[in-house]
């Protein structure tokens, strides 16, 4: 018998809640058939040979694999016809996307990443697709870059899905953060986590190690602090979304800090603000937890530029105030 509330039946009680947000809760709908579509596609890349690279590089400079442009290509068309967003931005895509006739009265405008991991894709480990949703600024046109200039506290919408052993889709209209995983038979989003909270201990901490000397003084105190006196097992996954889920589930520190390979003393970071930091903050500040780029909230950044790079630092607000105080 199905006692678990469906991703539709969910939608529906938050609707009668939440009458002014029809626009979202249909967006949310889309955005779900957009993970289904993926997670067959993924699951079926080996057996129809889509693994690989398509011989070209992506705005970030990034190998593009043919997965990220079925998933890129796939996300635009569908969302497109929607005629939920006045414009859209991938992080596959140099500039923003017009949605022309179809979005022309919309409200919303949605910046994504349409495969996040990519590096993983052919050896099966688990990638994400993730995406922030803003209410469509007025003061500018509607296709400018500007609509994506907006801080992280702004957005209405943020989620990720993740393609792992199952397929699990988590989201915020920004009064809680919830799970919900496929089930491929039922072709359905059940729920499986209601109002997730990033628990305080920190059994893990995850960053990528073999960058360790190019990182600030205060990274580096802080790794050591974990490792030494926190005794924080590693965990690090190399895709972003299975890091970050990880980290929302069981507890830990999740980073991926600036860094500065030339020694120019120029510490660069490597996530994209409007396709990765923005939506994973919006998420864990709504389970409890901060992520800041080094310094700042993520979610107080105004960005001056579409795919601006920032920091990634996230973990219980009293582990934030050790890593402010290393
Ligand atoms: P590194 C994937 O390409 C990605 O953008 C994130 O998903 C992931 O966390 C990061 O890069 C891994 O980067 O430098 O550790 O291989």
Redesign the pocket.
């Known amino acids: 018998m199905l006692q678990t509330p469906t991703l539709t039946q969910y939608l529906l009680r938050h609707l009668s809640a939440h009458p002014d947000q029809k626009g979202l809760t249909m967006i949310m709908s889309d955005i779900a058939v957009i993970g289904k579509a993926l997670s067959r596609e993924i699951n079926r890349a080996g057996l129809i040979n889509i693994f690989g690279l398509v011989g070209m590089t992506n705005i970030?400079g990034?190998q593009v694999h043919k997965l990220d442009q079925i998933a890129n290509q796939l996300t635009k068309d569908y969302l497109r016809q929607t005629g939920h967003f006045s414009a859209l931005s991938s992080e596959e895509e140099d500039g923003v996307v017009d949605m022309g006739e179809y979005g022309k009265d919309a409200r919303y405008v949605i910046a994504f990443?349409p495969l996040?991991?990519?590096?993983?894709i052919d050896v099966n480990v688990s990638?994400?697709t993730i995406f922030s949703v803003h209410t469509r600024r007025d003061d500018v046109e509607r296709t400018d870059e500007k609509q994506f200039f907006q801080t992280g506290r702004s957005q209405v919408l943020a989620g990720y899905i993740l393609y792992g052993s199952s397929t699990v889709l988590v989201f915020s209209f920004g009064d809680g953060v919830h799970e919900f995983t496929l089930d491929q038979g039922l072709g359905e989003f059940l729920l499986s986590t209601e109002r997730i909270q990033m628990p305080e201990k920190c059994p893990y901490y995850s960053?990528?190690e073999?960058?360790y000397d190019y990182f600030p003084q205060r990274d580096r105190a802080f790794i050591d602090y974990l490792k030494a006196e926190n005794k924080c097992d590693l965990r690090?996954?190399?895709?972003?979304?299975?890091?970050?889920h990880r980290t929302l589930k069981k507890g830990g520190v999740f980073m991926?800090p600036a860094i500065d390979k030339d020694g120019t003393g120029h510490y660069k970071g490597?996530?994209?603000l409007n396709f990765?930091n923005k939506p994973m903050a919006f998420l864990a500040e709504q389970a409890g937890a901060v992520v800041l780029d080094g310094e700042r909230n993520i979610l107080d950044i105004e960005p001056t530029a579409l795919h601006q790079r920032a920091a990634f630092v996230m973990g219980s607000k009293a582990m934030i105030n050790h890593y402010l105080t290393s």
């Open positions: 970030q990034e990443d996040d991991g990519s590096s993983n990638i994400g960053v990528n073999g960058n690090y996954i190399g895709s972003a979304v299975a890091d970050f991926y490597k996530y994209r990765e």
